[in-house]
């Protein structure tokens, strides 16, 4: 954290100033206060490469919060690397080598494998929306803290933001067909999935998202997953794989997070904490819309460099479910672990289930409008 001095105007009146003739004292004018005005800066580094699209949507957070903020606070962001790696992010930011950041709490899996439960969850929410409803109003808020508090003593703040959609199941160079074929494959994916494919027999490797396309392209991959359509496309995932493998449930609701260290955001103004937390809902919202708009055009543009983009397979759908039942009965052995899952299941079939017996089938509408006809 640094401070910066605004500049501010000066002005005096010194001894005698003549008007008219008639001389004036300076002690019959009253003298103007001189501004002193200081801009807060915080060093904000995401997790994200430079040119992904999530690097991208920190930096919505961050101008959301600069543009409200003015002169008296600013987040200067970092792309991942630029002083730490992506997974040591955390860290940085409870030391204080960093201000804070911008990631997913899976990254932290490596300390407790219960902060995938606030970032890559089993797929039982609806969607990720449903994962930050259950966090702001189900109790997550309180189970986090007391992750981040009394489990694992990091000295952070923190905000959930950011639904994302259902990630793909990945890229394959070779097309996967049945969950026999998992088996002894080289694969990435971070989080609780690393657990839910160790389980179907693949051989897992946890890497940041900049590392995985070199990994890949040396063979020391055979296949990874990393997100989405933009930030796999802008990545290379078409240079070095193409079969591209749409829907799973091994990420079916993620969300971003946002970090600062503890000890300096309780030293920042009461109004300054609170940009800083509700930018993360305003940036939360724009976040899914630009979504919406970028994610649909550029897994055409995947389409049209030669990729071939399939669904997953139901068998594969499936297994991945049956593996599910098998992670979290093993890790719910973990006292702290069982609480959060018994959180998100009671919300689960209150919330969820409301919304699947309240909403109209999407499918329906849109195959009634947009199939075509023989």
């Known amino acids: 954290m640094t401070t910066k001095k605004a500049s501010a105007s000066r002005r005096g009146f010194l001894g005698k100033i003549a008007l008219g003739g008639a001389a004036v004292t300076a002690g019959t004018l009253a003298s103007p206060q001189v501004s002193r005005a200081q801009t807060t800066v915080f060093r904000f580094q995401s997790t994200w490469p430079q040119r992904d699209i999530f690097h991208e949507m920190a930096g919505d957070y961050v101008k959301r919060v600069n543009e409200m903020t003015g002169t008296r606070f600013r987040l200067e962001l970092l792309a991942a690397g630029a002083v730490v790696g992506a997974f040591q992010m955390q860290d940085a930011v409870h030391s204080g080598s960093l201000d804070g950041g911008h990631g997913v709490a899976a990254y932290w899996y490596g300390k407790n494998k219960a902060y995938s439960l606030f970032g890559t969850a089993p797929p039982w929410f609806g969607d990720a929306n449903s994962l930050l409803a259950w966090y702001y109003y189900g109790g997550g808020e309180r189970l986090y803290n007391e992750l981040l508090n009394d489990v694992t003593k990091v000295n952070v703040v923190a905000y959930l933001t950011g639904p994302m959609p259902t990630q793909p ?206």
């Open 169 to 374: 199941f990945g890229w394959f160079k070779n097309a996967i067909t049945t969950p026999e074929q998992l088996r002894g494959l080289k694969y990435r994916t971070v989080g609780l999935a690393a657990d839910l494919y160790r389980a179907m027999g693949a051989a897992v490797t946890i890497v940041a998202g900049g590392e995985i396309v070199p990994a890949l392209e040396r063979g020391l991959l055979d296949a990874a997953e990393f997100n989405n359509p933009s930030s796999d496309r802008v990545l290379g995932f078409p240079d070095v794989a193409k079969n591209y493998m749409l829907q799973s449930f091994h990420q079916k609701v993620e969300c971003f997070e946002v970090l600062f260290n503890k000890a300096k955001f309780d030293g920042l103004p009461a109004e300054i904490k609170n940009i800083l937390k509700y930018a993360a809902e305003a940036a939360s919202s724009d976040m899914i819309w630009k979504a919406h708009d970028r994610y649909p055009r550029d897994l055409q543009a995947i389409r049209q460099a030669g990729v071939r983009v399939t669904s997953t397979p139901r068998p594969i759908l499936e297994a991945q479910l049956k593996a599910w039942d098998t992670v979290i009965q093993e890790l719910s052995a973990d006292a702290y672990f069982k609480k959060v899952v018994d959180s998100q299941r009671a919300w689960t079939q209150r919330v969820t289930g409301f919304f699947l017996n309240y909403e109209a089938s999407d499918s329906l509408a849109y195959n009634h409008f947009f199939a075509r006809r023989g």
